[in-house]
């Protein structure tokens, strides 16, 4: 099982440019979330996906979307990048048809640098 | 004022000492997370609590959903043990699918 993955690791975009991340979740995980985590400071939730659909959001401005494909996995689109989106966005499934739902596995990050 | 408060923000140990890490949260919760993060960033979750104790190896969790209050404790802390450990919460509110996270503690043990 490879746990949750996402890529790219590392990624360096300028400002006004648009970035794509992606997710693949940990096997048998239908539901995915996004976080975005500044330096220093705890990760905020940006949205959820589950079957296909966005189901919830967080405070973030609609240059943040998403995507969920018909495999589970999904993408996370920020368009006109601000210095301000320079982050780690981390990527956590859950199965959501269980109790066990409550319990996220987290991905390894995309750090993302916004000259 | 943040919904989930950890404290200490950052916390220095010598090897072999008990260490403690609290979280204290102001909104009714399904489950409580307790979370161990590395330098590069990937996430480990060490604990689920929504009573009670949990015990894994050296790590003890504690909650009480009366006070609103966690406790994360480390015995025989040793130098790999330095990690950010974060607290995040279930909030109760209708279809909140999220975690909301505390601004977590940098541990440090030093050998």
């Known amino acids: 099982d490879a746990g949750v993955t996402q890529s790219p690791t590392h990624l360096i975009k300028t400002r006004g440019q648009q970035v794509t991340l992606r997710c693949s979740p940990k096997?048998?995980?239908?539901?995915v979330s996004w976080y975005q985590q500044a330096l220093g400071q705890g990760p905020q939730f940006i949205f959820q996906y589950y079957e296909e659909e966005e189901r919830q959001r967080g405070n973030f401005p609609d240059r943040f979307s998403g995507h969920q494909f018909p495999n589970y996995s999904s993408e996370l689109n920020v368009n006109a990048l601000l210095l301000g989106d320079s982050a780690l966005y981390l990527c956590a499934s859950s199965f959501f048809g269980t109790p066990s739902y409550n319990e996220q596995f987290f991905g390894p990050g995309t750090r993302l640098t916004v000259l | 004022k943040n919904e989930v408060e950890q404290s200490p923000q950052n916390l220095t140990a010598q090897e072999g000492e008990f260490i403690t890490i609290n979280c204290s949260y102001s909104?009714?919760?399904?489950?409580l997370h307790w979370l161990q993060q590395h330098p590069g960033g990937g996430i480990v979750s060490l604990f689920m609590l929504s009573s009670g104790k949990k015990k894994h190896g050296r790590l003890i969790a504690t909650i009480n959903i009366q006070e609103k209050h966690s406790s994360l404790h480390i015995t025989a802390s040793h130098p790999r043990d330095s990690a950010v450990y974060i607290c995040?919460?279930?909030?109760?509110?209708?279809?909140?699918?999220?975690?909301?996270f505390g601004q977590g503690t940098r541990l440090t043990i030093n050998p």
């Open positions: 909104v009714g919760i399904s489950a």
């Open positions: 995040a919460v279930r909030p109760l509110r209708q279809g909140a699918q999220k975690l909301v």
């Open positions: 096997s048998g995980h239908d539901t």
